[in-house]
Structure formats: structure tokens, C-alpha cells
């Protein structure tokens, strides 16, 4: 499908730019409460969840949707700020219609976004989204005044999330004796993350729990993981848990600073799971270390790529059947947990496999060694089809012949920017690096050449 306005996770851009302006969104939420009042029969009216993060921007974004919904004959419940896989189970749970969260994730506040979650807890159908986009082409209406749709605030919308995330971890086990720091990115997460390590045993140290509306994911959180490890060390805990802005990415760190990835963290649920035989397969993405897959061979599971992003992620787990998927930047599906990727939760199954076995997470990670990764970018200009160029078809070859199988490389355009991403990983440091320059700089040359033959 050839999206206008969505991206592979909803609608995205700079504030009071196009899309993320109060008219658009206003007209968004009209546009997606047209297409969910659809089928609805007789008195039955839909509704909806509508959560944010602590962006200063999310109070105007929030009451244009909310007008929006309503002028579309839809009922609209507002939970405030809750992270992203909060909305997704409380949708479900309430079974609404349809959730939206406002929200840009780990970007810097003066940025934000609109994305919705069906009534089933996951990420649209590209079919409803193209719906959304269509009946975005038709002028605002409004229906008649009985018909409107009417707004509530749901109150206990962080008590009912706590106790989901608590349900996910063993009754049998407890988090005593544990001294955690959590960062919560002065997010979304802030007054709902701390509690349910604290309910569950754990001596917890928040940071990055007082929001402003500007300093989301401002040197804390999973994109800033040595504030975390900082912590960690200074308050001699035993482990670190990082969340993003909306609470849906997720970093560690040890009782010694150290910073473990969604790949490490993967490899330790994934280790816990297959002793107990519970573990068919693992879906990652391209950008997923190569030292993770050959891990995983040695567990007797194979790893499925995906392109990278969440919901591609998901979509391939779904296909296959499996449980446990995830990306190296921490978003990790656990999907007999949850239907969407959650920081908490994740956190929850890294820390049930540390309790049962009684181990730490440096131990639990040891065996996996992650191999060197350089990525490069390489600014082209749009439309230059590097994929048709000899020089660097030519520079490939050479490339995958000087790795052999001590590594791989993947050649990715970047989905918004005008470039072209060289990622070249290995067992060896320096040898990555040298063919990492000697590709990215073909890439250079051959479009260098392309210009000035245009």
C-alpha cells in the first residue's frame, strides 16, 4: 500500500508542520471515527482510548482528536499519559473499538505522533488504514447533535496497567533482595513503571520521573543508556531497566554499568525458554547481530529476518506461529505476553529467567559474544538507483568475498531520510571497519559519477 500520511507506525513529523498540526488532526480523528462507526448497527455506538505521552504538544493533538472522534459520532476515553502498550491492552481489555496513541517515541519532544491500535490490541490493517486515508480526502462533517460522540476520563487506567504488567511475571517468584534503578526517559512510563518492580518485591530507584513537557527522552532513557549505567554504579544496584518516551523499547544495564541491547536481552529470554523447550524460533530484523542468530543455532532455534520495525516484526511472528521476536534498539515482543512490544513486560521475562535460575544478567548473557557493527550513511540524492550501479555491485562481491562467513553486510536506503545505510559486522573489529569504508566509499564514487553524468 502507497501511504500518504502513514508511516510503519502511524502518522510522524515535527510539530505545527505538516502532519502535526491541529487541523489535520482534527481531521484525522473524524476520518478514522468515520471509518469505525462503519458497520455499526442500530443504537450500538464505538469508542475509543486515546493515551499520550508527556509531551507539552500532546494537550493540543489530544483535544483535536478528542473533536474529531466526536464529530464522527464516536464516545472517547481519555487514560492521559500512558505508554504506548498500556493503550493496546486497555483497548482490548475494554473492548473498544479502536486505541490511539500520541506520541514520537524516543524523538525529542518538539516532535510528535498519532498511531492506532485495533480493538484486538495490535497495529492496524494496512486495508483500514488506507480507509482512514481516503475518507481523509472528503471535507470535515459533523453529525447531527444527538448523534455526537461524548468524552470521559479513565481514571484508573495506571492501576489497571500496574497489575497487567504484575501478571505477567511467575506468581511463584518475587523481586526481594533486588536494588533496581528505572529510568523511565521522563515519559510516559514515569508514574506506572516504578510501581510494578516495587509491588513485585524490587528496592527501586526512578530517575527520569519528572516530566515538564520538554525534557522527554532529554539524556535519559533507552536512547541515553549512561545516565542509567551512571545510576546503577552510584547507587551500587544490582541492575538498570531504561524505557523509551512511550515505554515500548527497552535497555539493561548490570550491576557493573554494563549496557545489553534488545539483542542480548532476547538471547536471555530466549536461553531461559529453550531449556524448557519453549522456544520453536526467534524473529528478528536484517540489522540483527549475526552473533545473536549463530547463538540461537546453538539453542536449536532458528532466527527469522524481518524488514526492520516493529510491525514487521510482529507480522512475521504472527506467520510463523512464534513467541519471541524483537529488534537490537530494544523493542521486544513477548506475544504470549502481550500483543505489542512493552519495555515493562519485557523487563518482567529478563527478570523471571534471572530468578529462576538464579543467576545475574551478566552470567545469563555471557555466552553471547555480539560481533562488531559498523553502519555508515551515505547521503544520496532521491532516485539515484544504486541498485542498477556496477561499481557497487562490484564493491559488494568484493566485500562478502573479504568477510567469508567471519560476517556479513546489508546495503538499506533509509525509509526517511536520503540515505543509504552500509552496516558491515564481523568477527573481527578492524577488518569490519576497512570493508565498512571501502563500501560506503564505492557508494560514494559511483553516485558521484551518476551526477556528473546527469
Not at 510501581?195 to 522527554?216: K, M, Q, S, Y
Not at 546453538?298 to 504472527?318: I, S
Request: hydrophobic share 45%; glycine share 12%; with cysteine.
Amino acid at each position: 500500500m502507497t501511504r500518504k500520511y502513514f508511516g510503519t507506525d502511524g502518522v510522524r513529523g515535527r510539530v505545527g508542520e505538516t502532519p502535526i498540526t491541529p487541523d489535520f488532526v482534527l481531521r484525522l480523528g473524524f476520518a478514522a471515527g468515520e471509518v469505525l462507526a462503519r458497520g455499526k448497527g442500530g443504537h450500538e455506538r464505538p469508542a475509543v482510548l486515546i493515551g499520550k505521552d508527556t509531551r507539552i504538544s500532546g494537550y493540543m493533538l489530544e483535544a483535536a482528536l478528542q473533536a474529531g472522534f466526536a464529530a464522527a459520532g464516536v464516545d472517547v476515553m481519555l487514560s492521559g499519559p500512558m505508554p504506548t502498550p498500556a493503550i493496546a491492552y486497555l483497548t482490548r481489555a475494554l473492548r473498544l473499538s479502536a486505541g490511539i496513541v500520541i506520541s514520537a517515541s524516543h524523538n525529542p519532544y518538539d516532535d510528535n505522533g498519532i498511531k492506532f491500535f485495533s480493538a484486538q490490541g495490535g497495529k492496524l490493517p494496512d486495508a483500514v488504514e488506507a480507509e482512514i486515508e481516503a475518507a481523509l480526502e472528503r471535507p470535515l462533517a459533523c453529525r447531527p447533535s444527538a448523534e455526537l460522540g461524548k468524552a470521559k476520563r479513565l481514571e484508573d487506567a495506571a492501576g489497571r496497567y500496574i497489575e497487567f504488567c504484575k501478571s505477567t511475571f511467575p506468581s511463584s517468584l518475587d523481586l526481594r533482595g533486588l536494588r533496581i534503578v528505572v529510568d523511565c526517559a521522563h515519559g510516559a512510563g514515569y508514574h506506572v513503571a516504578p510501581p510494578v518492580f516495587h509491588e513485585l518485591g524490587a528496592e527501586v530507584i526512578p530517575i527520569g520521573v519528572t516530566p515538564d513537557g520538554r525534557n522527554i527522552n532529554e539524556r535519559v532513557g533507552a536512547t541515553h543508556p549512561k545516565t542509567l549505567a551512571a545510576a546503577v554504579l552510584q547507587h551500587r544496584a544490582d541492575l538498570g531497566i531504561a524505557l523509551d518516551g512511550d515505554g515500548d523499547r527497552l535497555l539493561m544495564v548490570d550491576s557493573e554499568g554494563r549496557t545489553y541491547d534488545g539483542d542480548q536481552l532476547l538471547y536471555v529470554m530466549a536461553r531461559h525458554r529453550a531449556a524448557r523447550g519453549a522456544l520453536p524460533g526467534v524473529v528478528g530484523t536484517v540489522m540483527t547481530n549475526l552473533a545473536l542468530e549463530r547463538a540461537l543455532g546453538t539453542l536449536g532455534a532458528p532466527l527469522a529476518r524481518a524488514k526492520v520495525g516493529d510491525r514487521y516484526v510482529l507480522e512475521l511472528m504472527q506467520e510463523k506461529g512464534w513467541q519471541l521476536g524483537g529488534e537490537n534498539s530494544g523493542h521486544i515482543i513477548c506475544l504470549d505476553k502481550h500483543t505489542t512490544g512493552d519495555a515493562i513486560v519485557a523487563a518482567l521475562q529478563v527478570l523471571t529467567a534471572l530468578r529462576t535460575d538464579g543467576t545475574t544478567l551478566e552470567r545469563a548473557a555471557g555466552a553471547l559474544r555480539l560481533y562488531p557493527q559498523v553502519l555508515k550513511n551515505v547521503r544520496l540524492e532521491r532516485g539515484f538507483e544504486w541498485q542498477k550501479s556496477e561499481l557497487i555491485a562490484r564493491a559488494r562481491a568484493d566485500a562478502e568475498r573479504r568477510l567469508g562467513n567471519r560476517g556479513r553486510l546489508l546495503l538499506r536506503p533509509s525509509g526517511t531520510e536520503p540515505l543509504l545505510r552500509v552496516m558491515v559486522e564481523g568477527e573481527n573489529a578492524v577488518e569490519v571497519e576497512a570493508v565498512a569504508a571501502d563500501l560506503a566509499d564505492a557508494v560514494e564514487r559511483s553516485f558521484s559519477a551518476a551526477a556528473k553524468a546527469a
